[in-house]
């Protein structure tokens, strides 16, 4: 939306593309290729998450007392809306309107942030309380010897969630750069289309997070 | 050099305003309804005679399922790919995940049957239980 010092230029195809086509679908590939090895590996986590289950219900029904619901589903709401803009940032890159597409963009992470500000307060209580993983345990009152299992899976895997999280802002910001030096076209949006992949595969996690941790059981 | 394919190709599915507006709603109810089901008490509308447990478990299932399909067929373009490689890239992992599953599963299950002293192999020490027992010491009083 500031005045720019020198226009986004067109995207030209690498020379070693025949065109956009071959250009645009490599790129997806390599990425979705990408996502596979993501999806093998918080699929480990989640089977550990679902074996940890089995094996210890009532450390996992105990310890899920102690979270809050209400705070997963406001970050399931954050989570769903910036995945929503940024599949807008997309549909504004194809019809050419960098300045949306910026926008779009923008709202994508302030959502982005607000995943991560509710996970912050999340952890802090938890630092708060002492329901910290194996050895540095400190809380008191709970009766399941294994309550600490559930708690010990909790920062892993939403830890590794967060992770994601920081690096698809990360994303983010680098189409912000990229979309103040290259004009987005019908045929050019690479760069949106690839992050909003990557934030797509952070969307499907949760689905499975969200519910294992908060809700099942 | 930035022009479409010689054959008037333009890469992507062309993104529909209206379509992901109703994208956005459906995954908004689908994990609405995801919550509703795992806070709603079954047992008050008669529905004892079913394994509650398992039946709101395989509710959120199904609901997490909708809304993978969902994300991955609308928001990630696999329902607009003309080659469908992708889609087979998606699929595939699904498949080892299963294959995952059935393995880590068995092995859950069947070990103690084989060799009955596997549960006494494993020494847990509970730092939950040692924080109790800290406790009555006036160690990090809550």
Known sequence: ?217 | MSQPASNGYLPGHSYDAKVLLRVYIALLVCAAAMIAVSRVPLEAIGLEWVDLHTFKALIIVALSAVMTTIVSGFLMGLKYESSKLNTLVFLGNFAFLALFVAFTWADFHFRGLIDPSFEKQINWESPVDKANAAGGEGHHAE
């Open chain 1, 1 to 217: 939306m500031s005045a720019q010092a020198t226009a986004p230029k067109e995207h030209e195809v690498a020379h070693h593309f025949d065109d956009l086509e071959q250009e645009f679908e490599s790129h997806r590939m390599g990425m979705w290729l990408f996502l596979a090895s993501e999806i093998m590996m918080f699929g480990a986590l989640l089977v550990g998450g679902f074996g940890l289950l089995y094996r210890f219900p009532g450390a996992f029904a105990e310890g899920r007392a102690h979270l809050d619901w209400r705070l997963g589903a406001i970050n399931t709401f954050f989570l769903l809306t910036s995945g929503f803009t940024m599949a807008l940032a997309a549909l504004h890159g194809q019809r050419g309107d960098q300045a949306k597409v910026r926008r779009s963009l923008w709202l994508s992470l302030l959502f982005a942030a607000g995943f991560l500000v509710v996970k912050a307060y999340e952890y802090s209580t938890k630092f708060h309380h002492g329901t910290l993983p194996g050895k540095f345990w400190r809380a008191e009152g709970f009766t399941d010897p294994h309550a600490h299992v559930f708690f010990g899976y909790y920062f892993a895997a939403t830890g590794l969630h967060v992770l994601h999280v920081l690096i698809g802002m990360g994303l983010m910001v680098w189409c912000l750069i990229v979309s103040r030096k290259v004009k987005f076209t019908r045929g050019y949006i690479t760069p949106v289309e690839l992050s909003g992949l990557y934030w797509a595969l952070i969307d499907l996690v949760w689905f499975v997070l969200f519910p294992l941790l908060y809700l099942v059981g």
